[in-house]
């Protein structure tokens, strides 16, 4: 059986159990809340692809953990959440049936969320098990992630989203040990400076998204926005409509061209965005400009 990073829905594979609620068949990104009934016993839990945060619902009873060495026990029940690290194996026992709720956050969100605390690249982000926790706040998400996926209504999307949001800024501040690189806001080298003028240059009559831009150079649309304007002054948008202007410009001054084909060709959605941009960058309109050259 492999065992590489288990996707939640595995877990039973490892953990047998009577699922209670799953909402893995929804529209949730980056989260996945999971219900279970589970009798007395004792697993090797695999090396898991996510973060799994853990609520217990019913009877308490006595939790144990080990990570290959000495055995870890606590009393666990009602008010108490279980941490268990991504890519670690583990054992886990109990003696008593338990009713638990399992959270399970992506490492890529928790990720993408230490950048936009700490504005810049974490080197390394480390999360302990924790076996008995008391955490008022994480049980408080629980019970919304739960109430989401009872009766969901409109803006369900955007609730899970703020709890994920909220989630993982609580991990990172209160459970994760975490190494910053030593530079923030670093300048792009001079191949990816190249990569990315070239990139925006032979692509200015298409609809160049700011996710294309930052895999271009490998980053994350958030740290490429901050670095990118760090580099070059201005946002990547504001950057792409000044090329976009300055390439409408070159084709005005080389002959009578039709203003549709000017946008066109420079990415522009139509001749009266082309006209509107190119007065507000320029100062003219893009018959004045090719009237006076």
Request: net charge neutral; aromatic share 8%; proline share 4%.
């Amino acid at each position: 059986m492999d065992t590489t990073l288990v996707s939640p829905d595995r877990i039973p594979e490892w953990i047998p159990g009577i699922m209670t609620m799953d909402s893995s068949r929804g529209d949730w990104k980056g989260i996945t809340l999971k219900g279970y009934h589970y009798d007395s016993q004792e697993v090797a839990i695999p090396p898991m692809r996510d973060y799994m945060l853990v609520a217990y619902r019913g009877a308490s009873t006595t939790m144990r953990r080990s990570n290959g060495g000495s055995w870890q026990s606590a009393k666990v029940g009602k008010g108490n959440i279980s941490l268990l690290t991504r890519n670690e194996q583990s054992h886990w026992g109990w003696a008593d049936p338990i009713q638990v709720m399992h959270i399970y956050v992506s490492q890529e969100d928790i990720q993408s969320t230490a950048l936009k605390v700490f504005d810049r690249d974490p080197k390394s982000v480390e999360i302990d098990d924790q076996i008995a926790a008391v955490d008022p706040l994480i049980l408080s998400c629980f019970e919304a992630l739960a109430n989401e996926l009872r009766c969901g209504e409109v803006g369900q999307r955007l609730m899970i989203d703020a709890l994920r949001s909220q989630i993982a800024v609580h991990l990172l501040r209160h459970y994760a040990r975490i190494q910053l690189s030593s530079e923030s806001g670093s300048a792009f080298s001079e191949r990816q400076r190249r990569k990315i003028i070239d990139l925006i240059e032979d692509r200015l009559g298409e609809n160049l998204s700011l996710n294309d831009l930052a895999e271009s150079v490998g980053l994350s649309p958030f740290h490429f926005s901050r670095q990118f304007k760090s580099e070059f002054g201005v946002a990547p948008y504001a950057y792409v409509i000044r090329k976009r202007v300055a390439k409408a410009q070159e084709i005005l001054l080389q002959g009578k061209t039709a203003l549709k084909v000017v946008a066109l060709e420079c990415g522009f959605s139509d001749q009266s965005h082309l006209c509107r941009t190119f007065r507000k960058v320029v100062g003219v309109t893009p018959l004045e400009y090719q009237n006076n050259a």
